[in-house]
């Protein structure tokens, strides 16, 4: 709403200047009123910075925006403003604290804006001290901005920080244009964690930005035609968490039933265990059973155990372990990921609700065989924190894993995210 507002107020000034004559002004200007508002705000005034309890700094940026060229070198201040914030919290009912002046800096204050441009350079609130603040308290600091003969563009000139020190998970990878692969799976040290498996766990927190039209899959974890969890598949409800095991067996599982879909725009804990003994083959959303059957294993080679690391000369295709990718790239996650993880045993509900945020000391766990937190916040590696240490590595999305294509990738960060914890909810 706060976007198309701010677009009708641009059209507004196209329409009118449509109907000027260029030379109304002899630098072809025309007299209609110009305003500033801060770039933060074009969408919403809201910006979360929302950070891990051991971060102590973060940095956030900001601009003014001008609707039109300014035609004299204009100068905009920017200011915290604690009458925005008594206003803030009476609209919305809350009741923030304005954020003490102890935890944020404002090294620049005063910028200009140069004739014939319309928006000022970067300024930056630098946050400092963050991990004195009280947990999952959220305080507030409204920046305005304002410039010397210009009004503001009402409902945008101030940004509003909102300031939390989270107990949750507050940062993820985003796998929207990159996926993740081992490369430490291609060695036999590396394959010594993930094979001879004959029970396993995947779980991972997930959140899908949008199930693309344009392709039927979203891939989450593991092997292709192997082991492989996912959403989607010909014959299946688009957004429904599905397994496809390989082998000598070749099933699908469960059966297709759309009263299972998962939707965008949220976070799930999903997991799969698989007891290959007892055939056991369950799902688990947000800690609770949501499927269950049997399902036998045994290789086209006769091998009754589960190898997930299959890389090396003698498998030079996409028939690999993945996070976000399987077989071509044309079946990304198109999300968020956290809190990955593989197990050499089929975990419990109640291990799996206890845990789906969190492993303690997860290096004296031998059997949690690989486990990315997917909490680094920058750079394209994803370290492991079980005692086996194959960190994940970014591709690039637009790679065909198939054809031989290993570019790296850029891996993206949302830095700012709350996970809410369902198993501390009461």
């Not at 705000?41 to 601009?63: C, G, H, M, W, Y």
Request: net charge negative.
């Amino acid at each position: 709403m706060r976007q198309q507002k701010l677009y009708i107020a641009l059209a507004g000034v196209l329409l009118l200047c449509a109907g000027c004559k260029s030379d109304d002004y002899a630098d072809g200007t025309t007299p209609l009123k110009n305003a500033v508002y801060v770039d933060a705000a074009t969408t919403t005034p809201e910006t979360n910075v929302t950070f891990k309890k051991t971060v102590s700094e973060l940095d956030r940026q900001i601009k003014a925006v001008f609707i039109s060229p300014v035609q004299a070198s204009t100068e905009v201040r920017f200011s915290v403003d604690a009458a925005a914030a008594d206003d803030y919290n009476r609209r919305k009912g809350t009741d923030y604290a304005l954020l003490d002046e102890a935890y944020y800096e404002l090294p620049t204050q005063s910028v200009e804006v140069e004739a014939g441009k319309n928006e000022s350079q970067p300024l930056t609130v630098h946050f400092k001290g963050l991990d004195a603040l009280e947990i999952d308290r959220t305080a507030l600091l409204p920046v305005t901005v304002s410039a010397a003969g210009v009004g503001p563009l009402e409902g945008s000139q101030t940004v509003y920080f909102l300031v939390k020190r989270s107990s949750a998970i507050t940062t993820a990878a985003n796998l929207t244009d990159g996926y993740l692969w081992v490369p430490s799976f291609e060695t036999d040290e590396g394959k010594k964690a993930v094979n001879g498996l004959t029970a396993l766990t995947y779980e991972a927190l997930i959140y899908i930005n949008e199930f693309s039209a344009d392709a039927d899959i979203s891939s989450v974890m593991g092997v292709e035609q192997y082991c492989l969890l996912r959403l989607g598949d010909d014959g299946f409800p688009r957004q429904q968490l599905q397994t496809q095991i390989g082998g000598t067996a070749g099933t699908k599982f469960p059966e297709a039933d759309a009263s299972k879909e998962l939707q965008a725009g949220e976070w799930y804990h999903v997991a799969m265990t698989w007891d290959l003994t007892t055939t056991e083959l369950k799902f688990y959303v947000n800690g609770q059973l949501q499927s269950s059957g049997n399902a036998t294993w045994k290789t086209e080679a006769g091998s009754g155990v589960i190898d997930l690391a299959l890389g090396g000369p003698e498998a030079p295709n996409a028939r690999r372990f993945f996070v976000g990718y399987s077989y071509d790239p044309h079946r990304p996650l198109n999300g968020l990921v956290s809190q990955v993880r593989i197990w050499s045993v089929a975990r419990t509900q109640e291990e799996i609700f206890r845990d789906m945020y969190d492993v303690e000391n997860p290096e004296s766990k031998p059997e949690l065989r690989a486990y990315w937190k997917c909490d680094e916040g920058q750079g394209n590696t994803v370290k492991d924190w079980s005692q086996y240490g194959n960190d994940l590595v970014c591709l690039d999305g637009a790679n065909d894993f198939e054809k031989g294509e290993r570019n790296e990738g850029t891996l993206e960060w949302d830095n700012s995210i709350e996970i809410p914890q369902l198993n501390k909810q009461e």
